[in-house]
């Protein structure tokens, strides 16, 4: 059976060149949440609850993902974070938002981060749920200690070899991520888990050229940005576990890099913190609306 967030109405709304799906919920200003890997939209069930009560909520999954479309990738503007980028802001007009507040998690966090430099005049405030920027990412990967993210070097690689090695055990290397990356072995529900993996089971080309944009265009887009000197101007909030105990390096240093108006703050949970620890994003997020 497939799983929703209760109360919220689901639609598919066209943007662009693709057909999103999006749960929809609740009432105020809205409030885009955006989803990461290997997850859909559902990851953000317990957060968009929390919020609903005075805000609109808005919950997709990203192009490539869960049940919205999947374009077969043609050339590399089909997965830049630039173009996942410009479907938000779509999405979020298609809704009647002109402006909006933004969070995201993992691969939603690199999108989010990309509308908040490309769309300033749209995102109002911006939350980042445990990733870098994709240039930082790359540039703090190395040695031995970069084995921790492997998958990033696999879905690098050219089209065909990584998509065949994924779809023949892809329960195993979706169920890899969601098991090593969680806080303990109850973190995600079996049957959010089993939507997990089937929903990644039918996207893994998509997925895929997800992750080799970063790899290429991104980091271009990223590195345009860091020599042009454009910055986040709205308030950003980042969440992240102690990155930098593990691989030695200043997490909050790096976003201060990109960002006027930053907090960042150190939770002690795992990577999948909206749903483990739902309560505390969704008090951060409160702060930052707050801002």
């Given at each position: 059976m497939?799983?929703s967030?209760p109360?919220?109405?689901?639609?598919?709304?066209?943007?662009?060149?693709?057909?999103?799906?999006?749960?929809?919920?609740?009432?105020?200003?809205?409030?885009?949440?955006?989803?990461?890997?290997?997850?859909?939209?559902?990851?953000?069930?317990?957060?968009?609850?929390?919020?609903?009560?005075?805000?609109?909520?808005?919950?997709?999954?990203l192009?490539?993902?869960?049940?919205s479309?999947?374009?077969?990738e043609?050339?590399?503007?089909?997965?830049?974070?630039?173009?996942?980028?410009?479907?938000?802001?779509?999405?979020a007009?298609?809704?009647?938002?002109?402006?909006?507040?933004?969070?995201?998690?993992?691969?939603?966090?690199?999108?989010?981060?990309?509308?908040?430099l490309d769309?300033?005049?749209?995102?109002?405030?911006?939350?980042i749920?445990?990733?870098l920027?994709t240039?930082?990412?790359?540039?703090?990967?190395?040695?031995?200690?970069?084995?921790?993210a492997?998958?990033?070097?696999?879905m690098?690689?050219p089209?065909?070899?990584?998509e065949?090695?994924?779809?023949?055990?892809?329960?195993?290397?979706?169920?890899?991520?969601?098991?090593?990356?969680?806080?303990?072995?109850?973190?995600?529900?079996?049957?959010?888990?089993?939507?997990?993996?089937?929903?990644s089971?039918?996207?893994?080309?998509?997925?895929?050229?997800?992750?080799?944009?970063s790899?290429?265009?991104?980091?271009?887009?990223?590195a345009?940005?860091?020599?042009a000197g454009?910055?986040?101007?709205?308030?950003?909030?980042?969440?992240q576990?102690?990155?930098?105990a593990?691989?030695?390096?200043?997490?909050?240093?790096?976003?201060?890099?990109?960002?006027?108006?930053?907090?960042?703050?150190?939770?002690?949970?795992?990577?999948?913190?909206?749903?483990?620890?739902p309560?505390?994003?969704?008090?951060?997020?409160r702060?930052?609306?707050?801002?």
């Amino acid at each position: 059976m497939t799983q929703s967030i209760p109360e919220f109405e689901y639609q598919r709304v066209a943007v662009g060149d693709v057909v999103l799906n999006v749960a929809v919920g609740g009432s105020g200003s809205p409030v885009v949440l955006l989803h990461g890997f290997p997850q859909t939209h559902l990851m953000w069930r317990h957060v968009a609850a929390g919020l609903a009560d005075d805000h609109t909520v808005i919950v997709p999954d990203l192009r490539g993902y869960g049940a919205s479309d999947k374009p077969a990738e043609q050339g590399t503007d089909t997965y830049s974070k630039r173009t996942m980028a410009q479907d938000v802001v779509a999405l979020a007009g298609a809704l009647g938002h002109e402006r909006f507040a933004l969070a995201g998690h993992d691969r939603g966090a690199l999108v989010a981060l990309r509308a908040g430099l490309d769309h300033p005049d749209r995102v109002t405030h911006l939350a980042i749920l445990d990733v870098l920027p994709t240039l930082d990412m790359w540039g703090v990967l190395h040695g031995a200690d970069a084995a921790v993210a492997f998958h990033l070097y696999l879905m690098a690689q050219p089209p065909g070899l990584p998509e065949r090695m994924i779809e023949a055990s892809a329960d195993d290397f979706f169920g890899f991520f969601l098991d090593a990356w969680g806080a303990g072995p109850d973190a995600i529900p079996a049957e959010i888990r089993a939507e997990y993996l089937r929903a990644s089971r039918e996207a893994v080309p998509s997925i895929v050229a997800d992750y080799r944009a970063s790899a290429g265009v991104d980091v271009e887009h990223d590195a345009a940005d860091k020599a042009a000197g454009r910055r986040l101007t709205m308030p950003l909030t980042v969440l992240q576990q102690d990155w930098g105990a593990a691989l030695g390096y200043d997490a909050a240093g790096l976003w201060s890099a990109w960002a006027d108006d930053l907090e960042h703050r150190t939770l002690d949970a795992g990577h999948f913190m909206a749903e483990q620890s739902p309560h505390e994003v969704v008090g951060h997020l409160r702060a930052l609306l707050a801002r």
